[in-house]
């Protein structure tokens, strides 16, 4: 699902970039050092910043339905992080990720351990073991 702009928006956007260019053109001719310290710092704190929130809020598990909206959603299979059904409306989605839900409801190694043990073979490259 994509969100729409809205209209406002769209219709400032040429004046963002005009002031974008306008303000590229006042730091070529005026060199402010001040800015110069402030951009480097703030790509400094950018990631530290980052990694602090991540660390602070992970993320959880989306549950909410797309179709009826209530939280209902779970895996299709157990033992796989992809696909998705809902209790509620029977709504099935079996390319979108589980992941976050298969984290939150237990280990992930055995399930990674497991998909790559099934996908091993398959596929139109040819491979070392095959013979032939
Ligand atoms: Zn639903």
Known sequence: ????????????????????VAAGVAIVFR????LFAGVLSALAA?????????????????????????????RLDQRATHGLACRACGFRDESASAWL???EEGPLEEIVLAERGRKLPTGPVDSPRQTG
């Open 1 to 20: 699902m994509q969100r729409e702009p809205s209209p406002a928006l769209a219709w400032c956007a040429p004046a963002f970039f005009l002031l974008a």
């Open 31 to 34: 060199r402010p050092l001040s």
């Open 46 to 74: 950018v990631p530290v910043g980052w990694v602090i929130v991540s660390a602070l809020w992970p993320a959880k598990a989306e549950r909410r339905c797309p179709a009826c909206g209530k939280d209902a959603l779970q």
């Open 101 to 103: 839900l298969a984290e």
